[in-house]
């Protein structure tokens, strides 16, 4: 059965930080690009974080940018997004996808169910 969990979200005060885990099973995420994404009430789904599959090259969106740094673990077929610096503005649900051709893909192939991150006094 081809998965995408994610896990560590929860609740943390601005300044704070998370590490977020994009665990597969199924497949091997060798093989794949891995995006972060995230949606806010009322908003959008927005990336988030990327990295790819062939070089391992990692993107941030400007939001993020050297807040956010985005890792593979690929003993642990795991993918991490470590989370510092968290804003309020930073709460959202945040989801991982996995895409067999690229970080720039219009449509990833598997998606997880996301975890509730909150960043909140």
């Known amino acids: 059965q081809v998965q995408l969990v994610e896990s560590g979200g929860g609740l943390v005060q601005p300044g704070g930080s998370l590490r977020l885990s994009c665990a597969a099973s199924?497949?091997?995420?060798?093989?794949?690009?891995i995006g972060w994404f995230r949606q806010a009430p009322g908003k959008e789904r927005a990336g988030v974080s990327c990295?790819?599959?062939?070089?391992?090259?990692?993107y941030y969106a400007d939001s993020v940018k050297g807040r956010f740094t985005i890792s593979r673990d690929n003993a642990k077929n795991t993918v991490y997004l470590q989370m510092n610096s968290l804003k309020p503005e930073d709460t959202a649900v945040y989801y991982c996808a996995a895409d067999s051709e690229s970080c720039g893909a219009r449509e990833y192939d598997y998606w997880g169910q996301g975890t509730q991150v909150t960043v909140s006094s």
């Open positions: 199924g497949f091997t995420l060798d093989y794949y690009a």
């Open positions: 990295i790819s599959s062939s070089d391992s090259s990692t």
